[in-house]
């Protein structure tokens, strides 16, 4: 059973870090493109940035480029979004998600509906 289970998420001021994981079980990250979204209240659920099926390439969105950075460590299973200079703007939930794509494959974009399994989100929220 494919299961994402989203940890790390919490209270930052402007400017903080914050390190977000995602721990994959029932599945080999190999196979999988993993993202992280995130929906702010009101707002459509977003792409912010994701990782291929080779580990090889990552996208992030221009909103966090330069910012963050999306990482995995397939011996634990896990994909890690490291947040830096956080603002305000970036408070929302924070979810990731996998996308079967075969293995070491390099598509890897920021489209929701190409995902269909998701975890439960973990919530960000930057304010002083």
């Known amino acids: 059973q494919l299961q994402l289970v989203e940890s790390g998420g919490g209270l930052v001021q402007p400017g903080g870090s914050l390190r977000l994981s995602c721990e994959a079980s029932?599945?080999?990250?190999?196979?999988?493109?993993i993202g992280w979204f995130r929906q702010a209240p009101g707002k459509e659920r977003e792409g912010v940035s994701c990782?291929?099926?080779?580990?090889?390439?990552?996208n992030y969105a221009d909103s966090v480029k330069g910012r963050f950075t999306i990482s995995r460590d397939v011996a634990k299973s896990t994909v890690y979004l490291q947040m830096n200079s956080l603002k305000p703007e970036d408070t929302a939930i924070y979810y990731c998600?996998?996308?079967?794509?075969?293995?070491?494959?390099?598509?890897?974009?920021?489209?929701?509906?190409?995902?269909?399994?998701w975890g439960q989100g973990t919530q960000v929220t930057v304010s002083s």
């Open positions: 998600a996998a996308a079967k794509k075969g293995y070491g494959s390099s598509w890897c974009k920021g489209l929701k509906d190409e995902y269909d399994s």
């Open positions: 029932g599945f080999t990250l190999d196979y999988y493109a």
């Open positions: 990782v291929t099926a080779s580990g090889f390439s990552a």
